[in-house]
């Protein structure tokens, strides 16, 4: 059978060329928000202006802006730390601190003094000179792949067997020898003596900056067969008929034809998807297709959605399944003539035949209940610990952000009463709802009504059988209309139950009782919790007394998970109603609240779970808004099922992410859904496919959108079929990997010990390695680790996710470890791989056009460096964002200068800056616009974490632990650096390779560093 689909008048590799966005953007994605550009001042750019720091800054800074206009602190006991939960030993910290020397005499070469400034050289790493991927930079759009040619432009595009050549390997030389001398190893023997240079090895920051760099300039279309941008990449997809990688990434694009190719790659056959990611400016908006009554076309064998591969034949009466092959007849509502070539005479005109993404309004019958707009409830926590530590204070004020930002003015009803008050409309898509709710041991529900002089509280104290005290049509109100009563309500709130202080709040009932109000319309609880819940029916205990020595004891497995009935009732009564819930969790004093409890209410519903472990106030209030803000705004829908289709010959494997399926087969159910949300699937072989066609998966999410709409957004993606194992690890796509292996090793805790699921992420891959040793590579001498070219960062990243805290060894409190395992089973590949390998820049060594625009209308950003102490100067100040947090790192010896000018004047010591510092302040300085222009280019690629900074200064905060921990390439703990981690892969895959089956746990790295690192010569990096 054929698949063809458009002759070369009408594919989409023959666009013309007008209708293709131009390969470079004119416009650009980022602006410079804040200070203007110095240069555009008189300046010369490139320019040093020598001296800049030396001396006080020429211009009077201005007072720092007040963040939030927060009330004076409530709380009496803030640290003035910061107070970190779980830290590691002392010890081990300063043993790696003191390598850092407040002396200079630390491992660093000594540096001449007016170095020490903002001026530094970035040291490059040394494969600086390292192509990216073979990429020809400045190569025309579309020309020259990742690894090779575009997809060659054939009579039938999508009948890859006209192809009888693939795509040209890369043209760079594979590999990169390895120096072998450096001083990382103390273990191994006599100078001189073969030793991994640390500089050699791939590298994380270098690949995405050079990724980011070309696709500031070029588009990425989305079928010529280029391997995606790594996924942090920002970037501009061209929808040539298969998704964007930014909704879908299969592993592998070019698949294998048998599952026994597929073996040989060891690699997952998945996809991962992020259904309703948001889109960059200058990408086509998805469009809106309404079909009427009769809803999309759609296969009647296999339910497949009509999109750009289905095969119109028969002068345009029998549409062709791409799915399952089934031919279906063609009604009159959609039938249209197909030209002599076979194509439909509209195919240009409807976006569903030529676009790989799109949404269709669909009619009754796929609605289970009217779809109205969003509801969002606010379910906040007035007990003792939420209000004394301020932290009922942050909620309200962020509720309020979110629904009017920074205008609070009320209407004056008064004095126009008569006239039509003139309404400004709130920061929710229109025709959204809101209610309010607070609860201790009690319920209040609040009437907000504009008729009403002001907020109407009703307390619902049953909670033995709890009910809704309100109708939800008092409860719900518009935010427009009612915003004198509501802005009333939240102002005074906080004050109103900081006097009444019932010491613990009841959750589950509150929690059913909040549901009764969605039950007939769906919705979003989003819920504020300050303390365990230990009262009333459902109540929680300590159940972490952090007396588990350690973690793989059956008694710290059965703390990762839930056997609450209570709460897996509610959750299931949640999704039935399609309603999610959200929650925003605070342990002010580090306590335990039992997140695997709760937080399993979030995650089976689709929900999201924030945490603010060491929540202190103020300074958490900015991420705490900025959160809340985000949440609600953000492209979202609910009550919503989700489905993936693949071509005959594959079937659906498995589904990972946050969502419920009641059964094996079963469609996901997520009551909620969000621009973040990410799952992924994987598919398993019902038999051989065949090479001459190509394979195709479809994603269908059905919901409704905040709006109101209930609709259905299909992605379809497309990849050829290729008999060789080798072939399809040419178009690996080392993001999707990756997130499927984090996605199904999170989803094993509790059902097994974290020892066994790092051994197994382990063993994956030196299986990957070794299967690519074996099958693709050829002609590499024993003695050599060989890595893919398109997993050429895997290893790294890989143990990234062994040193993350929720697999990570040694000891952990259970509420961080479930959330981040959670967090992680539910985010986006950008957030994944951000997670994994945190984002290090260096603030004291700014190039003076860095934070600033470069020629193309980009921000210039400065390369990232290696997240080690190695890439670490002395005096120098560093940001290190993994996309969750973002630290602020200051040597002890920063230069009074540089603190001036990027904290203000006055601020010439650490000790002299406020540890509840969460944003910098707005100064004429250069350098402290380079940096907040840094800082909003990382927050533009964030997720649904608000970007705040938390400041970890040398030997003061806190916060130097967190720091430590995320120095990824360095040994933390009994975790291995990133020089030993390969080593002891190199090892493993040459015991897989002879034969002998491998069986090693990190403890035994530093003995297999001394039994290989001799038997290394030569080894070679990279591979075909
Ligand atoms: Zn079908």
Sequence with gaps: MSFQIGSPVTSAFNTPATERPPAKRQQSGWRPPVAPSPYERGAPVGQPQDGYFAGAPTSVPQPPTSHSGLPTPISSQQASTPQMYGQPSVDGLNQQFGQMGMDGAGSQPVRKKKDRHAYHQIEQPQASAQQYNGMQ???????????????????????????????????????????????????????????????????????????????????????????????????????????????????????????????????????????????????????????????????????????????????????????????????????????????????????????????????????????????????????????????????????????????????????????????????????????????????????????????????????????????????????????????????????????????????????????????????????????????????????????????????????????????????????????????????????????????????????????????????????????????????????????????????????????TQHTFGADLELASITQETGMSVTFSYDGKLDPKQDAHFQSALLYTTSTGQRRVRCSNVVARVSESARDAMRFVDQDAVLSIMAKESVAKIGDRSLKDIRQALQDKTVEILAGYRKHSSGGHASGQLVLPEGLKEFAMYSLGLLKSRAIKGGREPTDRRIQEARMLKGMGPAETSLYLYPRMLAVHNLEPGEGFADDTGHLKMPAAIRTSFACIEEGGVYIVDNGQILLLWLHAQTSPNLLEDLFGEGMNSLQALDPNLNALPVLETHLNAQVRNVLLHLESQRGSKGLAIQLARQGLDGAEYEFARLLYEDRNGEASSYVDWLVQLHRSVGMELSGQKTKTTSEDVSQTVSNTISSITGAVWGGT
């Excluded at 391997?227 to 694009?253: E, I, M």
């Excluded at 509502?333 to 194509?343: M, V």
């Excluded at 009803?413 to 929710?428: A, F, G, R, W």
Aim: proline share 10%.
């Design 137 to 659: 930079n400045g190569a025309p759009n579309g020309q020259a792949g990742q690894n090779g040619q575009a997809w060659q432009q054939t009579s039938q595009p999508w009948q890859s067997q006209s192809l009888n050549q693939p795509p040209m390997p890369s043209p760079v030389p594979q590999g990169t020898p390895i120096s072998m001398d450096s001083g990382q190893h103390g273990q191994q023997g006599a100078p001189g003596s073969n030793r991994v240079d640390p500089n050699q090895i791939p590298s994380v920051p270098l690949s995405r900056d050079t990724a980011a760099e070309h696709y500031k300039t070029h588009v990425y279309p989305t079928m010529e067969q280029h391997v995606p941008p790594p996924a942090t990449t920002p970037f501009v997809a061209f929808d040539q008929g298969s998704a964007s990688p930014k909704h879908a990434r299969l592993t592998l694009n070019t698949i294998p034809s048998s599952n026994e190719q597929l073996h040989h790659t060891g690699l997952p056959l998945g996809l991962v998807l992020q259904p309703l990611a948001k889109q960059a400016e200058g990408e086509q908006a998805i469009p809106v297709l309404d079909f009427g009554d009769v809803g999309p076309p759609r296969c009647r064998r296999c339910r497949a959605y009509i999109n750009p591969f289905m095969i119109f034949s028969n002068g345009g009466n029998r549409m062709t399944c791409n799915l399952c092959g089934h031919p279906n007849e063609v009604g009159p509502e959609y039938f249209a003539p197909t030209d002599p070539s076979g194509i439909r005479v509209d195919r240009a005109q409807r976006p569903e035949l030529t676009l790989g993404t799109c949404e269709f309004l669909v009619p009754k019958e796929y609605w289970s209940k009217p779809p109205v707009p969003m509801r969002y409830l606010f379910v906040l926590d007035t007990s003792a610990e939420s209000c004394s530590r301020g932290f009922l204070q942050g909620v309200c004020d962020g509720v309020l952000a979110a629904l009017y930002g920074d205008d609070l003015t009320i209407p004056d009803e008064d004095e126009d009463d008569d006239e039509e008050v003139e309404q400004q409309p709130s920061k929710l898509p229109p025709g959204a709802r809101v209610g309010f709710v607070t609860f201790d041991r009690e319920m209040h529900f609040y009437n907000v009504s504009a008729l009403l002089s002001s907020p109407q509280q009703l307390v619902m104290s049953d909670l033995e059988d709890p009910f809704a005290a309100i109708s939800p049509e008092h409860l719900f109100v518009d935010p427009a209309e009612c915003k004198s009563n509501i802005v009333k309500l939240l102002k005074q709130t906080p004050q109103m139950f900081y006097n009444i202080k019932h010491a613990e709040p009841a959750l589950l009932p509150i929690l059913q009782a909040a549901l009764a109000t969605l039950n007939d319309t769906g919705g979003k609880i989003i819920c504020s919790l300050g303390s365990l819940p230990t009262y009333g029916p459902g109540k929680l205990f300590v159940r972490d007394k952090g007396t588990t020595t350690t973690e793989d004891s059956d008694q710290h497995k059965a703390l990762l998970k839930t056997e609450y009935v209570g709460f897996k009732k509610l959750q299931a009564d949640l999704v039935k109603a399609g309603a999610g819930i959200d929650f925003f969790l605070a342990a002010p004093a580090g306590g335990y609240l039992d997140i695997a409890s709760i937080g399993y209410v979030a995650e089976k519903t689709g929900g999201e779970t924030y945490y603010y472990p060491n929540w202190s106030y103020p300074r958490d209030t900015l991420p705490l808004q900025k959160e809340l803000e985000h949440n609600v705004q953000r492209e979202q829908g609910f009550a919503s099922l989700m489905k993936v289709r693949c071509s005959n010959g594959l079937q659906v494997a498995h589904y990972s992410g946050n969502f």
